[in-house]
């Protein structure tokens, strides 16, 4: 079966919102900042499509799945062999990072759980308490990289991201000590994907980070259908922050590095 290259962003669209939660990162790419860095790929009218990505130190391969599509999935990325770069990082689910295995050395990262706000009734009830989030905005911006830098280094931030209005954070005596912001945030395709949640670690467990999370999702909510994140498998203190707050698990996919053998 050949492997067909997608160039309209409407195809695109109306493909993926079939399965928003599964696929907001591919939502948001379709928007004008980020199209043009974009190379979509699919073997099938109706099957799984790949996303490479080329911003960063290396590209991007996005390739996701329902259950039932896992076999699809498999020859997509076989297919896609002859195109792939000699190094990328991939988000890849359903276990299918093992038809790359002959070809690439893999350093894996860990296990991913995407999850969706699938109960907002919970996030327009969770108390805001005595922290009081507010949007942050460009000159917050030192401040807010000294916070990533202290309590959460080496996550995936650009100033850009700021830029979008969609991020809140809690102050204590005057410093910024918790943030919750977006990596996606697309109005014309209606979803967000929540990111860079973090708390100063002196002040962890007081509920500063699910306050922040609870007030951008009723922020968010006024230009999005479709709210959810990523988070580890294995952080379970950030699983029952979000689990508290109404978000489920939709899919479950592996974070890797791939290097030409």
Known sequence: ???LSLHDRSVLAARFH????LHLF???????LLWPH??????????????LYGVGDIPTLLAFARTDGAAELEDLLRALLPMLPRRFFGHLSGGAEKILDPFYATEHHAVLLRMALTDP?????????????VPLRADDLPELTALFEESYPGNWF????????????????????????????????RVAAIGN????????GRGAA???????????????DHIGLNVRADNTTALELYRRLGFTVVAEFGESVFTAR
């Open 1 to 3: 079966m050949p492997l």
């Open 18 to 21: 079939r399965d928003p939660e």
């Open 26 to 32: 591919e939502l948001g790419d379709l928007d004008d």
């Open 38 to 51: 974009t190379s979509w790929y699919t073997l099938t009218d109706d099957g799984p499509a790949a996303l």
């Open 121 to 133: 009734e919970r996030v327009d009830a969770h108390p805001d308490g005595a922290w009081a989030p």
């Open 158 to 189: 650009d100033e850009r991201m700021l830029a979008t209005g969609q991020y809140v954070g809690a102050r204590h005596d005057g410093r910024l000590i918790a943030v919750a912001g977006v990596h996606v945030h697309s109005p014309a395709q």
């Open 197 to 204: 949640v973090t708390t100063h670690p002196a002040l962890r």
């Open 210 to 224: 699910a306050a922040c999370v609870a007030a951008l999702c009723r922020q968010l909510a006024r230009s999005v």
